[in-house]
């Protein structure tokens, strides 16, 4: 099993910013595309942003696209999520997951972490 952990979450104001960060447990990332998920409360999960094995290649849900910004650092077995003009639509828990292939299309989840929860709130 491929094991990630999430970090970084944290109540922010609306407006403000805040990275997540992914790293990987037992094994290296280097060959798995990366996904952030959210699942807001009474909400369904939703695909928030992918990056690729290499990192050449990236993936926004409109909703994020222009605020938020997905990065890995390999030689760190890290992959982050720099979020900024948060709003409280962003509000959830969020999760990354590694994918089943190197791309992010398709994106198919190999396992679940506990997540890290971020509430945008004045």
């Known amino acids: 099993q491929l094991q990630l952990v999430e970090s970084g979450g944290n109540l922010v104001q609306p407006g403000g910013s805040l990275r997540l960060s992914c790293t990987a447990s037992g094994f290296t990332l280097d060959y798995y595309a990366i996904g952030w998920f959210r699942q807001a409360p009474g909400k369904e999960r939703e695909g928030v942003s992918c990056?690729?094995?290499?990192?050449?290649?990236?993936d926004y849900v409109d909703s994020v696209k222009g605020r938020f910004t997905i990065s890995r650092d390999n030689t760190k077995n890290t992959v982050y999520l720099q979020m900024s003009s948060l709003n409280t639509d962003d509000t959830a828990v969020y999760y990354c997951?590694?994918?089943?292939?190197?791309?992010?299309?398709?994106?198919?989840?190999?396992?679940w972490g506990q997540g890290t929860q971020v509430t945008v709130s004045s």
């Open positions: 997951p590694a994918g089943s292939y190197t791309t992010c299309s398709p994106f198919l989840v190999r396992s």
């Open positions: 990056i690729s094995s290499s990192g050449d290649s990236t």
